[in-house]
């Protein structure tokens, strides 16, 4: 298995960076994910997009452009041969002397096995709401420290996962963002959150008898809506039977299975291109 550390390639044994490092010092850094099916990457484009965004919204330099990049990633995947993956691109804020300073950033890039699932569960997941606004929820930072820390409650609560809200105004789970189904609409939240690419593609949808709102709602729509989903790349559309305890609908989740289907015709069509 390799890395890429500032476009060098090392087995993962022996990839490494300084404990000097801004992103160990102070948490300070970027990253990105998309995945790859039989050794394409899906959507790239939509996430070099999102990825050299974040780094100017938190002032940090890539040191390749987006072709040198993309380079650097399509190498990394004929090195590993993991037809099926997940690569992450994380920018840190480099090796800093004072612990405080931007200096030149570190850019590694690690790809992982994934399984991509085609098929979706009958039951979904339950989320656990709590009240939490993210920093900077625009950018993709590495900064997930109440999704680690709330590992235990989520537990507690026999969840799978939690459901950000800002005061009972829904925002997003803390890799996923969320989605509900009422008579006529689908709705997701506009304001405050990070923008998926899925998310993205997902609003591109047309789906017969609804339309696409984004809007802020709040945790009793959440509650009394016909389905939930949450969407990320490696879920596509992936139903939410329950949140904080309270069955959503009546468990049949023909609109997120109609959206998931659309979804894979899309990755199947990026694949071809």
Same mark, same amino acid.
Not at 65 to 79: N, P
Not at 91 to 104: I, M, P, Q, R
Not at 152 to 177: I, Q, S, T, W
Not at 197 to 217: A, C, H, Q, V
């Given at each position: 298995? &390799?890395?890429?550390? /500032?476009?060098?390639f090392?087995?993962?044994?022996?990839?490494?960076?300084?404990? $000097?490092?801004?992103?160990?010092?102070? #948490?300070?850094g970027?990253?990105?994910?998309?995945?790859?099916?039989?050794?394409?990457?899906?959507?790239i484009?939509?996430?070099?997009?999102?990825?050299?965004?974040?780094? %100017?919204?938190?002032?940090?330099?890539?040191?390749?452009?987006?072709?040198?990049?993309? #380079?650097?990633?399509?190498k990394?995947?004929?090195?590993?041969?993991?037809? @099926?993956?997940?690569?992450?691109?994380?920018?840190?804020? #480099?090796?800093?002397?004072? #612990?405080?300073?931007? *200096?030149?950033? /570190?850019?590694?890039?690690?790809?992982?096995p994934?399984?991509? $699932?085609? $098929?979706?569960?009958?039951?979904?997941?339950? +989320?656990?709401?709590?009240n939490?606004q993210?920093?900077?929820?625009?950018?993709?930072?590495?900064d997930?420290?109440?999704?680690?820390?709330?590992?235990k409650?989520?537990?507690? /609560?026999?969840a799978?996962?939690?459901? &950000?809200?800002?005061?009972?105004?829904?925002?997003?789970?803390?890799?996923a963002?969320?989605?509900?189904v009422?008579?006529n609409?689908?709705?997701?939240?506009?304001?405050?959150?990070?923008?998926?690419?899925?998310?993205?593609k997902?609003?591109? +949808?047309?789906?017969?008898?609804?339309?696409?709102?984004?809007?802020?709602? !709040?945790?009793d729509? *959440?509650?009394?809506? %016909?389905?939930?989903?949450? $969407?990320?790349? !490696?879920? @596509?559309?992936?139903?939410?039977?329950?949140?904080?305890?309270?069955?959503?609908?009546?468990?049949?989740?023909?609109?997120?299975?109609?959206?998931?289907?659309?979804?894979?015709?899309l990755?199947?069509?990026?694949?071809? *291109?």
């Amino acid at each position: 298995m &390799y890395i890429s550390i /500032n476009n060098q390639f090392f087995a993962s044994e022996d990839a490494k960076i300084s404990v $000097s490092d801004l992103s160990i010092q102070r #948490g300070y850094g970027i990253f990105d994910f998309l995945k790859t099916i039989n050794n394409k990457p899906i959507f790239i484009e939509n996430y070099l997009d999102r990825f050299y965004n974040s780094a %100017k919204e938190m002032n940090l330099e890539v040191d390749l452009d987006r072709v040198q990049l993309s #380079g650097t990633i399509q190498k990394l995947i004929e090195k590993n041969n993991i037809p @099926n993956s997940g690569i992450k691109i994380i920018l840190t804020g #480099g090796y800093s002397e004072d #612990g405080n300073t931007l *200096v030149k950033p /570190n850019l590694i890039i690690i790809q992982t096995p994934l399984e991509i $699932s085609q $098929s979706l569960p009958q039951k979904g997941f339950s +989320l656990i709401s709590y009240n939490h606004q993210r920093q900077i929820p625009q950018v993709k930072t590495i900064d997930y420290l109440q999704a680690i820390r709330l590992q235990k409650f989520v537990k507690e /609560n026999d969840a799978d996962d939690l459901l &950000y809200h800002n005061h009972g105004m829904v925002r997003e789970c803390p890799r996923a963002n969320f989605f509900i189904v009422t008579d006529n609409e689908i709705i997701t939240t506009n304001n405050e959150i990070l923008k998926g690419i899925t998310r993205s593609k997902i609003l591109g +949808l047309n789906i017969p008898d609804y339309k696409f709102t984004e809007r802020d709602f !709040t945790l009793d729509e *959440v509650y009394n809506a %016909k389905e939930a989903f949450v $969407s990320s790349s !490696t879920k @596509n559309a992936f139903p939410v039977y329950k949140v904080d305890g309270k069955l959503i609908g009546d468990g049949n989740n023909k609109i997120t299975s109609l959206i998931h289907e659309q979804l894979l015709a899309l990755i199947e069509k990026d694949q071809l *291109v």
